[in-house]
């Protein structure tokens, strides 16, 4: 792998896709694990108000805080290590291991960056998604990304699910890796069949904060992960 290459591309575009990444069976065991303790239909663990408002429906589960240690072999993979490093420098760390299941019927998540441009251009997270599963267009939850858009600052007041021209839908298989800067406007589209599956291994530079993606922006408001609260409505252009 030419990682000088797909650190360019990464800082270019804002987004990498690397299909194939990860072998077969270690992305059943994967799946497996996360739909036995998800199973079928799970109770969501948000907030009305953050459903309803932030169109997302994605109930996080943060496998090795619970000592569940398969999730570290993907992690510790060394191709993993070294592409992260030729992204991100010395110095990076990892934040946590986040899986995500949305179920049939869902609205997947609108238009968003993890972490705000406007506190700094220069803190940001590094998101590192692993698909155990394909994403099929008869199930949805594909994920959309504008390519270049972790370099124009916060994302615009808007229509949360605005079709843009230049997005780009991304598909990934199973075994797929998606690297992916926190600023970069990304959309997950809504789940229509079956259940969507995706877990990240989330990351940052050296220096970030831990909590740098505590507030998430959406076209619509600012939400804050740790008191569950929205603490700006961004269409009444006011804090809340
Ligand atoms: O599940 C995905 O494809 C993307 C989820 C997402 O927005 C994130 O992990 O920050
Ligand atoms: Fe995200």
Redesign the pocket.
């Given at each position: 792998m030419n990682y000088e290459a797909l650190a360019q591309q990464f800082w270019r575009d804002g987004y990498l896709v690397l299909e194939d990444f990860f072998e077969p069976e270690l992305m059943d065991q994967y799946q497996e694990l996360i739909v036995r303790h998800f199973g079928s239909s799970p109770a969501f663990l948000h907030t009305d108000e953050f459903l309803n408002k932030s169109a997302t429906e994605v109930i996080p589960w943060f496998p090795q805080q619970e000592g569940q240690n398969a999730f570290d072999v993907a992690e510790n993979d060394p191709r993993l290590t070294a592409l992260t490093e030729a992204l991100l420098g010395e110095g990076w760390y990892s934040l946590y291991c986040m899986t995500?299941f949305s179920r049939k019927g869902t609205k997947g998540?609108a238009w968003?960056q993890?972490c705000d441009p406007e506190e700094s251009a220069a803190r940001f997270n590094v998101?590192r998604?692993i698909y155990t599963d394909d994403i099929r267009e008869e199930v949805g939850g594909q994920?959309l990304v504008i390519p270049g858009s972790h370099r124009r600052g916060t994302i615009t007041v808007g229509e949360v699910n605005e079709e843009f021209d230049d997005q780009v839908v991304l598909t990934p298989k199973k075994g797929t890796l998606v690297m992916l800067h926190g600023h970069t406007w990304?959309r997950?589209r809504p789940v229509v069949g079956g259940y969507r599956v995706?877990t990240?291994y989330r990351c940052c530079p050296k220096g970030t904060p831990e909590d740098i993606t505590d507030v998430c922006v959406y076209r619509n408001m600012r939400y804050k992960f740790e008191t569950s609260s929205v603490v700006e409505d961004r269409l009444a252009g006011g804090g809340a």
């Open positions: 995500m998540q968003h993890d998101n998604l994920t990304h997950v995706s990240n």
